[in-house]
């Protein structure tokens, strides 16, 4: 873990209600619920385009939640719409996959990838596309390895909200991302972070794996107000290419 503090859980969402969805058992179970994220117009239950439905489970994993990164990088995927319609979009670490939905839903074709020995991470992503209605392919990629699965992507867009959480797997997914990006010319990495003490070896290890910020943003300054008064943190939006 970083040594900075944990980042705040995730926010209350505007629309929460308990999921039915038939898994677990016990005390987790009990603690599983539908989050509804709504996107374009007022981004309200009134006045939207769509919405994407999340299942989270806050007593499980950190895959198994939306947080903040996330939020603030859908919202960027939908202002941007145009440009991820008709793109191949791969989502690192994706967890609730809230992002790769929203890249899915404006008509990007989507893989979502997280970590494969996290069983209850990968069904969760399963059974949040069978929600939504949307066809995701779904990948287990471990950064920093090269199994047969990673050699086939070759994404024009790569996501990742708060990625850079531990510190020991900064290297690891800097490796993946140069791959990814090498194999896609023009390729970009977008990505969602919190600002915390490992600001410093970001950037080290870009200049490392060969990258360059091409755009960074505050996270807030593109988010609808109903939606940002709900969040916390020091979020930074990045832009990363190959350094050429």
């Given at each position: 873990?970083?040594?900075?503090?944990?980042?705040?859980r995730?926010?209350?969402a505007?629309?929460?209600?308990?999921?039915?969805t038939?898994?677990?058992?016990?005390?987790?179970?009990?603690?599983?619920?539908?989050?509804?994220?709504?996107?374009?117009?007022?981004?309200?239950d009134?006045?939207?385009?769509?919405?994407?439905?999340?299942?989270e489970?806050?007593?499980?994993?950190?895959?198994?939640?939306?947080?903040p990164?996330?939020?603030i990088?859908?919202?960027?995927?939908?202002?941007q719409r145009?440009?991820?319609?008709?793109?191949?979009?791969?989502?690192?670490?994706?967890?609730?996959?809230?992002p790769?939905?929203?890249?899915?839903?404006?008509?990007?074709?989507?893989v979502?990838?997280?970590?494969?020995e996290?069983?209850?991470?990968?069904k969760?992503?399963r059974?949040?596309c069978?929600?939504?209605?949307?066809?995701?392919?779904?990948?287990?990629?471990?950064?920093?390895?090269w199994?047969?699965p990673?050699?086939?992507?070759?994404?024009?867009?790569?996501l990742?909200?708060?990625?850079?959480?531990?510190?020991?797997?900064f290297?690891?997914?800097?490796?993946?991302?140069?791959?990814?990006?090498?194999?896609s010319p023009?390729?970009?990495f977008i990505?969602?972070?919190?600002n915390?003490?490992?600001?410093?070896?970001?950037?080290?290890?870009?200049?490392?794996?060969?990258?360059?910020?091409?755009?960074?943003?505050?996270g807030?300054?593109f988010?609808p107000?109903?939606?940002?008064?709900?969040l916390?943190?020091?979020?930074?939006l990045?832009?990363?290419e190959?350094?050429?």
């Amino acid at each position: 873990m970083d040594d900075a503090a944990s980042p705040p859980r995730p926010p209350s969402a505007a629309h929460r209600s308990p999921a039915a969805t038939g898994g677990g058992g016990g005390g987790s179970s009990s603690m599983t619920t539908i989050s509804r994220h709504f996107f374009g117009g007022a981004s309200s239950d009134e006045d939207h385009e769509f919405y994407v439905d999340i299942i989270e489970n806050m007593q499980e994993d950190y895959g198994m939640f939306v947080w903040p990164c996330s939020i603030i990088l859908a919202e960027y995927v939908w202002q941007q719409r145009l440009r991820f319609s008709g793109s191949t979009v791969v989502e690192l670490g994706a967890g609730t996959s809230l992002p790769g939905l929203v890249a899915a839903k404006v008509g990007a074709n989507v893989v979502l990838t997280d970590k494969s020995e996290d069983k209850e991470v990968m069904k969760n992503m399963r059974s949040i596309c069978n929600l939504n209605k949307v066809n995701c392919k779904i990948l287990g990629i471990t950064w920093g390895e090269w199994d047969d699965p990673i050699f086939d992507l070759n994404p024009s867009i790569v996501l990742g909200a708060d990625v850079f959480y531990d510190s020991t797997d900064f290297d690891d997914l800097f490796a993946t991302v140069a791959f990814l990006l090498q194999s896609s010319p023009g390729a970009v990495f977008i990505t969602t972070y919190q600002n915390r003490s490992g600001h410093h070896l970001i950037e080290f290890l870009m200049v490392k794996w060969g990258l360059k910020c091409s755009k960074i943003l505050d996270g807030f300054s593109f988010m609808p107000l109903c939606k940002a008064s709900s969040l916390q943190g020091n979020i930074q939006l990045v832009e990363i290419e190959l350094d050429t």
